[in-house]
């Protein structure tokens, strides 16, 4: 029985405005856009934020559900794997004597639609939906539990404002047959398998109706499909309610039918208040450890909010064969392909709010090294060369052509040419473990993943007459520049990586020598090619220009035609659009951070001054043509002090998934550039940093905030900064694990243990020298 005041509470969002995302009014020429920014997820499911009530016969586009890691190709051969979206499980008809309630513009008095961050909940409120004989007001709410991965739950309440006419409430799936082959269909369970990746899907649902409090028994259609008949009343208040399980089988002789219908009985027995409460529990747990606070500044806070609930929303701690795509689980663009955006841009939230996220996002990076391993080998290296675009094997998915800006078919050379990936898993890879200290993970995987990353680059680096190593024949960060030659990001990255591996060993033979053994003995390396990798690592070319400081972007890059990016301001396309793929090439234009990535990611490998003079010389000449270049620049601007233009870059990157002039937005969220914001306020801002023996932070935080709080993982531990700029001062607060060190600015290291809160004045730790 559905609690007719316990529905009501649920219906409502949360009270306090700073967790809300709301759009009013009903213009289906954005309703794409809305899609994506209000998709719900957790990590398992994504559901677009489509409509909850239809408009007319169907739907116009199904509020989409994305299954991770249900991938397929569209023939066995050649093409690339792409995410299958499964059946919309939310359709839903109103049915009047005079046809379907449509909701036309019109007929809406006012229509409101409300992404509630804190429960990771959409809701909606439609009032005076008016139809012949009848008006009502709408409520829904949907979401995909994150305390079952499995569970989906929809909830609708109608208020019947005037009429007495009969009304059918038809319950049923939309988009059945939209790429995967119908297995069995019954009245409470569905199974689709893919035609060739051997996945498969059981949708079990289950769905109650109450008119005034009261059931109503339903008729069963089949097929999914039930329907409620009633007569309507003024001041009549009628509760739909419907659940769904979702499972994925990866092996063919596995049918997940029964475990979808367990899934949801268990459910049903808790009932729906129970799954929505267990789901806004699993909810706060994670806004107590991942809230980032900004006193001072209400549009960062709810870009940050923001930023956070999807980023939350993208990832399944329980789920080690699937990582986050492009778009993570909120629409169609990059086909659910997994870029180095997850390592570079999304692995530091997690790795500092939720390290078992982390974890399982590097082990899919684990279970896919022998496609890696098998890429390299195909292209006549040794090693791991990680897939530029990554689905379900590790096999390369990145497509070999493509459609250009002007129409004409372009080869992509990102597949075989934009390598630096396989240092940026280890990277990763290492950073992890720094935070985490976990020693297992590394000898079970991460050590395999950096040693096998390592000999791919010590093969890669050829010697040649001027003595030194080079890596030819490359695309960086900066994809306007093709088959170039000693891309700095891409050397430095792979120099790190050789020297990591190497590092590896050393430190595996001397801790853990059983351990070392088997695995050098299974990977066959011996002390010759450990010699041969640090001949390697210091003979790469990866230096900058002893003179002037400055990382050559690649061989030649400086003699290019310099194009004043200021002449083209106001243009709303990427410059390669504007001067043509072949002229980009020739020039300086840069599409995203490269040199500025380094200094990002490797800050130490720029001495002195020489971070800024990169970043001066480089900055002007990028024309952020990624959703992924703002961020980066605006992290390197925070840690360089130049907080305001770095706040610019926030608000740029904010900017590209919530507000309507993005033109992209369409296909899911740039979870890359709400990673890359959340990198920005915390390793920018407040210059978090890791430390042997603790970490370090080093604010700059724009003028006009009053604070900042957040909380971080560190090696088991749970602690919370507070910075407060009005009183210039630090609040350090270490909730649970042992004794850590902090250090702030460049004051020596202090001791930091619970129940002793540091308060540091950051006039004398911050001073200039
Ligand atoms: C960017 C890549 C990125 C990819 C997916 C491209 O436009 O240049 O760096 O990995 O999009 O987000």
């Given at each position: 029985m559905?609690?007719?005041?316990?529905m009501?509470?649920?219906?409502r969002?949360?009270?306090?405005?700073?967790?809300?995302?709301a759009?009013?009014?009903y213009?289906?020429l954005r309703e794409s856009?809305?899609?994506?920014?209000?998709?719900i997820?957790?990590?398992f499911?994504?559901?677009?934020g489509g409509?909850?009530a239809?408009?007319?016969?169907r739907?116009v586009?199904?509020?989409r559900?994305y299954v991770?890691g249900?991938f397929?190709?569209?023939?066995?051969q050649?093409?690339?794997?792409?995410?299958?979206?499964a059946?919309?499980?939310m359709?839903?008809?109103i049915l009047?004597?005079?046809?379907?309630?449509?909701?036309?513009p019109?007929d809406?008095?006012?229509?409101?639609i409300?992404?509630d961050l804190?429960r990771?909940?959409?809701?909606s409120?439609?009032?005076?939906?008016?139809?012949?004989?009848?008006?009502?007001?709408?409520?829904?709410?949907?979401?995909?539990?994150?305390?079952?991965?499995?569970?989906?739950?929809?909830?609708?309440q109608l208020?019947i404002?005037e009429?007495?006419v009969?009304?059918t409430?038809?319950?049923?799936f939309?988009?059945?047959?939209l790429?995967l082959?119908?297995?069995?269909?019954?009245q409470h369970?569905?199974?689709?398998r893919?035609?060739?990746s051997g996945?498969?899907?059981?949708m079990a649902?289950?769905?109650?109706?109450?008119?005034d409090?009261?059931?109503?028994?339903g008729?069963a259609?089949?097929q999914?499909?039930?329907?409620?008949?009633?007569?309507?009343?003024a001041?009549?208040?009628?509760?739909?309610?419907?659940?769904v399980?979702?499972?994925?089988?990866?092996?063919?002789a596995?049918?997940?039918?029964a475990?979808a219908?367990?899934?949801?009985?268990?459910?049903r027995?808790?009932?729906?208040?129970?799954?929505?409460?267990?789901h806004?529990?699993?909810?706060?747990?994670?806004w107590l450890?991942?809230?980032?606070?900004?006193?001072?500044?209400?549009?960062v806070q709810?870009?940050?909010?923001f930023?956070i609930?999807?980023?939350?929303?993208?990832?399944?701690p329980?789920?080690?064969?699937?990582?986050?795509?492009?778009?993570?689980?909120?629409?169609?663009?990059?086909h659910?392909?997994?870029f180095?955006?997850t390592?570079?841009?999304?692995?530091?939230?997690?790795i500092?709010?939720?390290?078992?996220?982390?974890?399982?996002?590097l082990?899919?990076?684990?279970?896919?090294l022998?496609?890696?391993?098998a890429?390299a080998?195909?292209?006549g290296?040794?090693?791991?060369?990680y897939?530029?675009?990554?689905?379900?094997?590790g096999?390369e998915?990145?497509?070999?052509?493509?459609?250009?800006?002007?129409r004409q078919?372009?080869?992509?050379?990102c597949?075989?040419?934009e390598?630096h990936i396989?240092?940026?898993?280890?990277?990763?890879?290492?950073?992890y473990?720094?935070?985490?200290?976990?020693?297992?993970?590394l000898?079970?995987?991460?050590?395999?993943?950096?040693l096998?990353?390592?000999?791919?680059?010590?093969?890669?680096?050829?010697?040649?007459?001027?003595?030194?190593?080079?890596?030819?024949?490359?695309?960086?960060?900066?994809?306007?520049?093709e088959?170039?030659?000693?891309?700095?990001y891409?050397?430095?990255?792979?120099?790190?990586?050789?020297?990591?591996?190497?590092?590896?060993?050393?430190l595996?033979?001397e801790?853990?020598p059983?351990c070392w053994?088997?695995?050098?003995?299974?990977?066959?390396?011996?002390e010759?090619?450990?010699?041969?990798w640090?001949?390697?690592?210091?003979s790469?070319a990866?230096?900058?220009d002893?003179k002037t400081?400055?990382?050559?972007?690649f061989?030649?890059?400086?003699?290019?035609?310099r194009?004043?990016?200021a002449d083209?301001?106001g243009?709303?396309?990427?410059?390669?659009?504007?001067?043509?793929?072949?002229?980009?090439?020739k020039s300086?234009?840069?599409?995203?951070?490269d040199?500025?990535?380094?200094?990002?990611?490797l800050?130490?490998e720029?001495?002195g001054?020489?971070g800024?003079?990169?970043?001066?010389?480089?900055e002007?000449r990028?024309?952020?043509?990624?959703s992924?270049?703002?961020?980066?620049?605006g992290?390197?601007?925070?840690?360089?002090g130049?907080?305001e233009?770095?706040?610019?870059?926030?608000?740029k990157a904010?900017?590209?998934d919530?507000?309507?002039?993005h033109?992209?937005i369409?296909?899911?969220?740039?979870?890359?550039?709400?990673g890359?914001?959340?990198m920005l306020v915390v390793?920018?801002?407040?210059?978090?940093?890791l430390r042997?023996?603790?970490?370090?932070?080093d604010p700059?935080?724009?003028?006009?905030?009053?604070?900042l709080?957040?909380?971080?993982?560190?090696?088991?531990?749970?602690l919370?900064?507070r910075?407060?700029?009005?009183?210039?001062?630090?609040?350090?607060t270490?909730?649970?694990?042992a004794?850590m060190?902090?250090v702030?600015?460049?004051a020596?290291?202090?001791?930091?243990?619970?129940?002793?809160?540091?308060?540091?004045d950051?006039s004398?730790e911050?001073?200039?020298a």
């Open positions: 559905i609690e007719t005041g316990t009501e509470q649920m219906l969002p949360t009270a306090d405005p700073a967790w809300l995302l759009t009013e009014g213009d289906p856009s809305f899609e994506s920014r209000f998709a997820s957790n990590g499911l994504g559901v677009r409509r909850a239809t408009r007319g016969a739907w586009v199904p509020a559900t991770a249900l397929d190709k569209s023939d066995a050649h093409a690339i794997p792409e995410l299958i979206p059946a919309d499980w359709k839903l008809r009047l004597p005079g046809g379907a309630l449509i909701q036309h019109g809406v008095s006012s229509h409101r409300t992404l804190q990771g909940a959409l809701l409120e439609c009032s005076r939906l008016k139809a012949p004989d009848i008006s009502l007001r709408l409520r829904t709410l949907r979401f995909v539990s994150l305390s079952d991965r499995a569970l989906g739950l929809q909830l609708i208020e404002e009429g007495e009969e009304v409430l038809e319950a049923s939309e988009g059945m047959n790429g082959a119908s297995v069995q269909i019954d369970v569905g199974v689709w893919t035609e060739h996945k498969s899907i059981a649902s289950g769905s109650s109706l109450q008119v409090g009261h059931d109503l028994f008729t259609l089949g999914l499909k039930s329907s409620w008949s009633w007569k309507t009343r001041g009549q208040v009628v509760c739909f309610e419907r659940s399980a979702i499972v994925r089988s990866d092996v063919e596995f049918n997940p039918a475990a219908i367990e899934k949801l009985g268990a459910a027995q808790l009932g729906w208040h129970g799954v929505t409460a267990a806004e529990a699993a909810w706060a747990s994670r450890l991942s809230d980032v606070l900004v006193d001072g500044d209400a549009s709810q870009a940050l909010r930023a609930y999807h980023l939350n929303s993208a990832a399944n329980g789920d080690e064969r699937v990582s986050i795509g492009a778009r993570a689980l909120t629409g169609a663009d990059y659910g392909h997994v180095w955006d390592e570079i841009f999304l692995l530091p939230f997690y500092f709010t939720w390290p078992e996220a982390a974890r399982a996002l082990m899919y990076r684990f279970h896919t022998d496609g890696a391993r890429k080998t195909r292209m290296w040794r090693g791991a060369l897939a530029w675009e990554s689905a379900l094997t096999a998915a990145a497509p070999a052509q493509a459609i250009g800006p002007d078919v372009i080869p992509i050379l597949g075989s040419q390598q396989s240092a940026d898993v280890a990277y990763a890879v290492w950073q473990w720094q935070a985490t200290g976990d020693d297992r993970f000898r079970e995987a991460g050590a395999e993943i950096i096998e990353t390592g000999r791919f680059w010590s093969s890669r680096a050829k010697l040649e007459a001027d003595g030194r190593r080079h890596i030819r024949g490359v695309i960086g960060p900066d994809e306007y520049h088959d170039i030659d000693d891309n700095a891409t050397n430095v990255m792979a120099r790190w990586n050789v020297r990591r591996a190497l590092d590896i060993a050393a595996l033979h801790r853990w059983e053994q088997s695995l050098a003995s299974r990977l066959d390396i011996g010759a090619e450990l010699k041969q640090r001949i390697v690592a210091e790469i990866a230096n900058p002893p400081g400055l990382f050559q972007e061989s030649g890059y400086f003699e290019l035609e194009i004043n990016l083209y301001a243009r709303s396309v990427p410059m390669d659009v504007v001067l043509g793929r072949e002229r980009t090439q300086q234009v840069i599409k995203q951070a040199v500025v990535a380094l200094l990002a990611l800050p130490n720029f001495a001054e020489t800024a003079e990169n970043f001066r010389y480089y002007p990028c024309d952020h043509g990624s992924l270049s703002p961020a980066m620049h992290l390197v601007a925070a840690r360089l130049q907080s233009k770095a706040l610019r870059y926030f608000r904010a900017a590209i919530l507000s309507d002039t033109v992209a369409d296909g899911g969220v740039h979870i890359a550039a709400l890359g914001n959340w390793l920018g801002f407040a210059g978090l940093s042997d023996d603790g970490i370090g932070v700059q935080l724009p003028a006009a905030w009053r604070s709080s957040f909380g971080v993982q560190w090696r088991g531990r749970s919370k900064i910075i407060d700029q009005e009183k210039n001062r630090l609040e350090a270490l909730e649970s694990g004794p060190m902090l702030v600015g460049g020596p290291p202090r001791e930091l243990r619970q129940g002793n809160a540091l308060q540091v950051l004398a911050l001073a200039p």
